[in-house]
């Protein structure tokens, strides 16, 4: 079992910065990947960024490649995403996710509460 419990989210006004964070639990934790998914009102939830724990590959969806990174920090179990440069149309709720190395949502079987993005212009 893996839980998942995120923080950082909140209001900022376009072009600012935030920061999120996921801590991680569970004993098998190592050899997930973790992912951040959004979902805006009326809208799928979709693919942000993953890293994977063991190796430290990344992938970013194109609409936030450049403004968003991800990273880990094993001693913590957390995975955070810089989210810079942010943009009305990045306003949503983010999930932290742990599953395989994937962009598709119906393959993470672990998802944390979700924390509010809202970015305003």
């Known amino acids: 079992q893996v839980q998942l419990v995120e923080s950082g989210g909140g209001l900022v006004q376009a072009g600012g910065s935030l920061r999120l964070a996921c801590a991680a639990s569970g004993r098998t934790i190592g050899s997930y990947a973790m992912a951040w998914f959004r979902q805006a009102p009326g809208k799928e939830r979709e693919f942000v960024s993953h890293i994977n724990w063991s190796d430290g590959r990344t992938d970013y969806a194109d609409s936030v490649k450049g403004r968003f990174t991800i990273s880990r920090d094993n001693a913590k179990n957390a995975v955070y995403l810089q989210m810079n440069s942010l943009k009305p149309e990045d306003t949503a709720v983010y999930y932290c996710?742990?599953?395989?190395?994937?962009?598709?949502?119906?393959?993470?079987?672990?998802w944390g509460q979700g924390t509010q993005v809202t970015v305003s212009s």
């Open positions: 996710a742990a599953g395989p190395y994937s962009s598709y949502t119906a393959q993470y079987k672990y």
